[in-house]
Nanobody, 125 residues
Framework: QVQLVESGGGLVQAGGSLRLSCAAS????????MGWFRQAPGKEREFVVS????????DASDSMKGRFTISRDNAKNMVYLQMNSLKPEDTAIYYC??????????????????WGQGTQVTVSS
């Protein structure tokens, strides 16, 4: 059974940093694109960042470029999201996702077939 489990969420003050982790099990995703999405209360799920299977190529939403960085460790089947300069509007549940077919980074939720349960990130002002 494929599982993605996020960790590292919590409460942080504006301007602070958090590092989220996503542990994959049940199959290897070393040949697949992975990404992070988020969903705030009352809003649709939103693309955050994504990474190609090699980890060389990444993409990020414009509002997060320069603040959020995605990385991966294929040997450990892990993906990470480093978030710096956090703002109250970054408050949301953050989800890890993996594509079943794509190797290059993707920013549409429909491109991803496996999802974690999410981890809450709350940024106080």
């Amino acid at each position: 059974q494929v599982q993605l489990v996020e960790s590292g969420g919590g409460l942080v003050q504006a301007g602070g940093s958090l590092r989220l982790s996503c542990a994959a099990s049940g199959r290897t995703f070393s040949n697949n694109a992975m990404g992070w999405f988020r969903q705030a209360p009352g809003k649709e799920r939103e693309f955050v960042v994504s990474i190609s299977w090699t980890g060389v190529s990444t993409d990020a939403s414009d509002s997060m470029k320069g603040r959020f960085t995605i990385s991966r460790d294929n040997a450990k089947n892990m993906v990470y999201l480093q978030m710096n300069s956090l703002k109250p509007e970054d408050t949301a549940i953050y989800y890890c996702a993996a594509s079943r077919y794509s190797r290059t980074y993707r920013n549409a939720p429909s491109e991803y077939h496996y999802w974690g349960q999410g981890t809450q990130v709350t940024v106080s002002s």
